[in-house]
């Protein structure tokens, strides 16, 4: 099956560039220049992912990331002009998968596109009746995607899911935010911490009663994190 890619990026040589290795790996590009034009393309097409800058004309990266994911999730990586955390957390925190700082290298981004397009393969390839984890009124369902706190249904993004099973998954074990990073985003660039400790907070925003005295998501402090279980 042929993957189609949506690229935004209001840069002609980033475009070019980034379109052409893309292209190299057997994949079918889209391109937009602006956010209206972004909006209008994913609803066309319906790619496989999405490759989206933060700074654009007419509509910044940041509404169109929030829109696109409203309207049907899809891996997204965004691209941030800027090295700071706040840049990257605020992509994040917008729904974004994963994201690149400016400039970066073609083959690390090749490698952060199949690192998520090969997550979403194996997300779709998890049986109807795979196992089910439902502990202390929490209950996920890796086949259908789904997650149901209280009785009461949460939409989560696709990396917010994985790394959420991935906790449940291990009841009490601690993991490093290198591990998880890792385990989860499945490559080793981003190193910055500040990924997975956001989606750590956006998902105890999500299934905690009280975020600050978490019940599931607990943090070992100078370690990292575990599924506590509701202990």
């Not at 981004?109 to 997550?119: N, P, W």
Request: aromatic share 6%; with cysteine; proline share 5%.
């Amino acid at each position: 099956m042929m993957v189609k890619i949506l690229l935004v990026d209001d840069e002609p040589n980033i475009r070019e560039v980034v379109g052409l290795y893309l292209r190299c790996e057997g994949y079918t590009v889209v391109e937009a220049t602006d956010g209206d034009e972004a909006l209008e393309l994913y609803r066309r097409h319906r790619p496989d992912l999405v490759i989206l800058d933060l700074i654009l004309p007419k509509l910044d990266g940041l509404e169109v990331c929030r829109r696109i994911q409203s309207e049907g999730r899809v891996p997204l990586i965004m691209l941030t002009a800027k090295g700071e955390e706040e840049d990257r957390v605020l992509g994040l925190n917008a729904g974004a998968d994963d994201y690149v700082v400016k400039p970066f290298r073609p083959r690390e981004l090749m490698a952060r596109v199949a690192a998520l397009l090969r997550r979403a393969d194996e997300a779709r390839a998890v049986p109807v009746n795979g196992r089910v984890l439902a502990i202390d009124g929490l209950r996920i369902d890796p086949g259908a995607r789904e997650v149901v706190v209280r009785d009461a249904p949460v939409a989560l993004t696709a990396r917010e899911f994985d790394l959420l099973y991935y906790l449940v998954s291990h009841p009490g074990e601690t993991f490093t935010r290198d591990q998880l990073m890792e385990a989860v985003w499945d490559h080793a660039f981003a190193a910055d911490s500040s990924t997975v400790t956001v989606h750590v907070r956006r998902l105890r925003e999500k299934l905690e009663a009280d975020p600050r005295q978490p019940r599931y998501l607990q943090t070992v402090w100078g370690v990292g994190y575990q599924f506590g279980g509701g202990e």
